[in-house]
Each structure stands twice: as C-alpha cells, then as structure tokens.
C-alpha cells in the first residue's frame, strides 16, 4: 500500500453537454488540487449523460480513447497535478462501451475499464444502450496504492470487488449513477461498506446527482467499513485522507 494520500471525490450531474461537463470537471480538477488532493475521482459516464433516447445519443457523443474529451483530462491532469480517474462513453463500431479512464498527473493514460455488468435490472436495460466489455480491470499503481475498479451495478456483486483484491487492488473505485428508489441510498452506502470489510480494503464512492434521477451520496470508506467521508444530495466535493 501506498504512503496515505488526500482523495478528492467530485459529486455532479452530468448533462448532454459535453462542453459544460468538461468545464464543470476542470473546475473541479482546480478546486481537487487547491485542497492538496493527490487524485480526483469522477462518476460514471461524467463525460455525457442523455435525457432520452440513449442509444443514439450515447452512440453519437461516444469518444476513442485519444479523443477530445480524454485529451482535455490530460491537461487538467498534468495542469493540477494530479491523477483524474472519470467515466466516459467509448466509441465502437456499434453501441459504445461505458468506460471509465485514469489519467496519471503527467496526463498520461494510465489505464481503462469496460464494464462488463450492465444494469439490465429494476426496470432498466442498460444493455440496449451500451456494449458491455469482456475483461475485468487490471489493478495499477497509483498515489492511493493499486487501484481496482468495478462500475455502479457491479458492487451488487461481490464477487468482482473480490476478483479486484485478489488482482492485487489495495483500493476499490466504484464511479456510479446509483439510481433513485425506494432504499436505494441504503443499498449503495451498505454495499460500499460491505466490499471495504470483505476485502480489507478502502472504497471510493463517486455517485452522479441529478434530483429524482441519482442519488448523490458518495462517501469513502476505510478497510475497517469505517466511514470517511460522505457528501448527501447535491453537487460537491470531499477531500478526505486514505
């Protein structure tokens, strides 16, 4: 495990504009290292999120990975420097991946997740608007010790953050768009919890907010499921050591 280090946690709704979410996160890169963070980390899909006919939408705005939007966390990234870890949408030649990107504080890709398990549940069918990938995430070297990652759906399933750990993870990133519902704050802060103890290792949270959509929440956990920051509803961001 790495020295402890300061997390910044970035908590915001992401539009269909992309331009104005990548304004929102370089502000939030700013403020991240203002407050001493080492690393920033963003929710799932902060890059582009569509209000209605998602495929095509998530399909058009999708970008390669040495596109415009992951060149512009490069500069925040090596402008701030520090580490920006952010959800995207990756293009292919069909529906595109739902990705999430590291960015080292050179601004260097460091490495990419696909998500395998799509939330094709309560109602929703994640799977008609993105493709799922087919390999869990190599754990890498970061500031915060070796980084693991599973996306949202994925912390109902034990098992993936276990896989993590037993890759070699000393810390578990779940980027989200936890969805509103009926206890559905109470699952994503128990399961966050829950995969820190099970595994021995601290969690990171990043939830999207968007009244009546996400839930906001994010927190940390430490490995003890000691809570170590939390931010409730709203837009925000926590700096916490780890």
């Given at each position: 495990m790495a020295c402890r280090m300061r997390a910044a946690v970035?908590?915001?709704?992401a539009s269909d504009d992309k331009k104005m979410n990548l304004c929102?996160?370089?502000?939030?890169?700013?403020?991240?290292?203002?407050?001493?963070?080492?690393?920033?980390?963003?929710p799932e899909y902060?890059?582009?999120?569509?209000?209605?006919?998602?495929?095509?939408?998530?399909t058009q705005a999708a970008e390669p990975l040495d596109g415009e939007f992951v060149s512009a966390l490069s500069e925040a990234a090596q402008g701030q420097g520090l580490w920006i870890c952010a959800g995207m949408y990756e293009k292919t030649d069909g529906l595109p991946y739902n990705t999430t990107v590291i960015l080292d504080d050179n601004g260097e890709l460091r490495g990419a997740y696909r998500k395998t398990r799509l939330y094709d549940a309560f109602g929703c069918r994640e799977?008609?608007?993105?493709?799922?990938?087919?390999?869990?995430?190599?754990?890498?070297?970061?500031?915060?010790?070796?980084l693991?990652?599973?996306?949202?759906?994925?912390?109902?399933?034990?098992?993936?953050?276990?896989?993590?750990?037993?890759?070699?993870?000393?810390?578990?990133?779940?980027?989200?768009?936890?969805?509103?519902g009926e206890n559905k704050a109470l699952h994503w802060r128990t399961l966050l919890c829950?995969?820190?103890?099970?595994n021995n290792i601290p969690?990171?949270?990043?939830?999207q907010y968007i009244p009546e959509q996400f839930i906001g929440s994010s927190a940390i956990y430490a490995a003890t499921g000691a809570e170590l920051a939390s931010l409730g509803a709203g837009e925000g961001l926590l700096i916490t050591e780890i």
């Open positions: 970035a908590q915001f709704g929102v996160i370089e502000h939030l890169a700013w403020c991240a290292a203002e407050g001493g963070a080492d690393m920033l980390f963003l902060a890059m582009f999120r569509a209000e209605s006919d998602r495929a095509a939408q998530n799977s008609e608007e993105c493709r799922a990938g087919d390999e869990p995430f190599s754990p890498i070297d970061t500031p915060a010790g070796k693991g990652i599973i996306t949202c759906f994925e912390l109902r399933f034990p098992e993936l953050a276990a896989a993590q750990k037993q890759a070699g993870a000393e810390v578990l990133y779940v980027p989200a768009g936890w969805a509103c829950a995969r820190a103890i099970e969690v990171i949270g990043a939830d």
